[in-house]
Structures are given as structure tokens and as C-alpha cells.
């Protein structure tokens, strides 16, 4: 059974901070990674979406990395800003599993003023 | 349009009554999917759907949900006699394919059931 989990659960940073989110998955058939954003009570905005043959995306401050071999996927923020302060969810899609995203748990992330 | 709709945004419903929410995908994607968020950030596959048809249901409570998707129509998913357990955001997505490609998922705003 794939599964997808995401550590720390919340994470509290000062504005201009440099951080990293983790996301590791169990299986390493995976077609595809993507990241998401979800504000309070408001849907899922993706970031990034890294295919399995593909190392990393990068968008404006935003860097995702795909590591098959270890499992993990890791979401690299620069000079982080109070308005990145939101829930931030990686999902995977697998081998025979119909396309669905295996999601994990998220990271709360907090960014100071 | 390039967003995927979901309507109503808020449904209250008392335990027993039907609820039923829209999706609809952004034109030209062929898959569908329904996701149910019940915890803070838990995410539960339901139901997807290519084009009109029923791709996988593994994930759909089969005695009280029902999920549809006509052609030119926006999908649907109805409860039957919500449970308080029901209560969750309900979430559509739509693709070009199955994400097994360079195409991800939109995901539309959600709608949120309460079941009183």
C-alpha cells in the first residue's frame, strides 16, 4: 500500500528564512509528484509537478526535488515571505493505482513579519 | 473555463436528508476525480471518471453515495441520508489524463457539507 507522509506537521519561521518541506512515499513506482498550497477554507492551488523522470521543477522562489530511489520529494522556499504561511500538501500518483493522488498528511507553515 | 467549478460552496444538511454537489471540470478535461477532506488536511479518494464513464470506485461508500457525470452536464455526487460522519469539504478535480504524464490536476474550491 503506497503511502505518503509529510514531517514536521507545522513548522513557525521569521520572514527571509530559507526553508525546506519534506514529503517522503513508500513506493518508488511513481509516475508523478505534485505539490499544493491550501489556504484556510479554500481549495488546493498547485505549485509544482515533478514527473518520475525528472530531478526537480522550480518556480520563482519555489524548488521541488524528486528522489525515487530514497522516496522523497523535498519543497524548497526562498526568502520566505508572511504570505507563503498556509498548508502545503504533497501528492503522489502510482503504478496501477487508476491515477489518484496519494496525499500526504501536509505541513502548516507559519512565516513571521 | 480554466477553473473547475464547484457549487454550492456551503451545504447544511440534517442527519437523514440527500445532499447533492456539482463539478464542473475544466473543458476539455477528459478525467474527474472526487476527493473527501474530513480531517484537517486528510484527503480520501471517492470516485473518478472518464468522460461519462466510472474510472474507479474503490474509494466510494457504496450504500448511501452516487456519482455521475453526463455529457454536457457538470458532474455530480449525492449522499443519501447523510450521516453525521459525512461532514467533510468535498473536493473535484479534473485532468487532461490520469496525472501519469506531465499533466497534473486542478483541483476546484470545494464545497463544505454539514451535516447537523
Known amino acids: 500500500k503506497q503511502e505518503v507522509t509529510q514531517i514536521p506537521a507545522a513548522l513557525s519561521v521569521p520572514e527571509g528564512e530559507n526553508l525546506v518541506l519534506n514529503c517522503s512515499f513508500t513506493d518508488s513506482a511513481i509516475y508523478n509528484l505534485q505539490w499544493f498550497r491550501q489556504d484556510p477554507g479554500k481549495g488546493l492551488t498547485s505549485l509544482l509537478l515533478i514527473q518520475s523522470s525528472q530531478r526537480e521543477q522550480t518556480s520563482g522562489r519555489l524548488n521541488a526535488s524528486l528522489d525515487k530511489s530514497s522516496g522523497r520529494s523535498t519543497l524548497y522556499i526562498a526568502a520566505s515571505q508572511p504570505g507563503d504561511s498556509a498548508t502545503y500538501l504533497c501528492a503522489g500518483t502510482f503504478y496501477n493505482q487508476g491515477g489518484k493522488l496519494i496525499f500526504g498528511q501536509g505541513t502548516e507553515l507559519s512565516v513571521k513579519p | 473555463g480554466e477553473e473547475v467549478a464547484q457549487t454550492p460552496k456551503h451545504l447544511v444538511r440534517g442527519e437523514g436528508q440527500k445532499a447533492k454537489l456539482y463539478c464542473a471540470p475544466i473543458k476539455g478535461h477528459s478525467y474527474v476525480f472526487w476527493y473527501q477532506q474530513v480531517l484537517k488536511n486528510e484527503f480520501k479518494f471517492l470516485i473518478s471518471f472518464q468522460n461519462e464513464n466510472v474510472f474507479d470506485e474503490t474509494g466510494m461508500p457504496k450504500e448511501r453515495f452516487s456519482a455521475k457525470c453526463l455529457p454536457n452536464s457538470p458532474c455530480s455526487l449525492e449522499i443519501q441520508a447523510t450521516k453525521l460522519e459525512d461532514s467533510a469539504v468535498y473536493f473535484c478535480?479534473?485532468?487532461?489524463?490520469?496525472?501519469?504524464?506531465?499533466?497534473?490536476?486542478?483541483f476546484g474550491s470545494g464545497t463544505r457539507l454539514t451535516v447537523v
Open positions: 478535480a479534473s485532468s487532461q489524463s490520469l496525472g501519469l504524464t506531465n499533466y497534473g490536476y486542478t
